[in-house]
């Protein structure tokens, strides 16, 4: 596709659910990130993939919280046991290459934004 | 760490109207610095961009200045249309740790009216 895709767009889940949130990345970028926006927030870093390799998972915010991008491609953030306090915006973005303190653009999907009732 | 502040909204313009919002950091080294928008129903865009201290990132009207000196880079727009009207992130990229990650403002939203 043209840009970055996510799916679904929309999930409710009731509390204890688990889920699982798929980002497709442009095709040929190296770098993946997952950022969360809460309601009236900016988006803030969860984790970081280059090619297959997760770097940073510095921004999940627990163990309920895991991400993989196993063949280098799709990326899967999957939140277990979901809580009130996971309802938010889920945003994939994927560049080019990597670069040290460069400017490479970012490329932002539509996200998911999640409710937990 | 790496933080940025901007102002908060909404702002609301009259059509033609000169725009600023603020924006400052705080950031170990020298960050690269950029401005999103989001228009309603849509993702996040690169508005524009600058990498180093007094450069000037311009796109559609819109300019924005990195001063080092006042860790500062407001968006600036002579004259908003109606079409402007959105939320505007400003950001920053760090280079040291996890350099490619944006940390973003709260956002501003911005509201034109004929």
């Known amino acids: 596709g043209a840009g970055v895709s996510q799916s679904p767009r929309y999930k409710v889940a009731k509390r204890g659910q688990d889920v699982a949130l798929r980002c497709d990345p442009i095709s040929g970028h190296v770098s993946l990130f997952w950022y969360q926006q809460a309601l009236g927030q900016g988006p803030e870093f969860l984790t970081y993939?280059?090619?297959?390799?997760?770097?940073?998972k510095s921004g999940l915010p627990s163990d309920r919280f895991f991400a993989e991008r196993p063949e280098g491609s799709v990326s899967t953030l999957k939140i277990q046991r979901t809580q009130q306090e996971d309802s938010a915006v889920y945003l994939c973005a994927s560049s080019f290459r990597v670069t040290s303190g460069g400017a490479d653009e970012q490329f932002f999907g539509p996200g998911t934004r999640l409710t937990v009732l | 760490g790496d933080s940025v502040t901007q102002m908060e909204g909404p702002v609301t313009l009259s059509e033609e109207a000169f725009l600023t919002i603020n924006c400052t950091y705080t950031a170990t080294g020298y960050p690269s610095l950029f401005w999103y928008v989001q228009y309603p129903g849509e993702g996040l865009q690169l508005l524009l961009k600058a990498t180093k201290a007094d450069d000037k990132g311009s796109n559609k009207g819109f300019e924005a200045t990195y001063r080092k000196e006042t860790t500062s880079f407001h968006l600036e727009k002579g004259s908003v249309q109606v079409s402007d009207s959105a939320v505007y992130f400003c950001a920053l990229r760090g280079n040291t740790g996890t350099a490619s990650k944006l940390t973003f403002g709260t956002g501003t939203r911005l509201q034109v009216t004929l």
């Open positions: 993939f280059q090619n297959e390799a997760q770097l940073d």
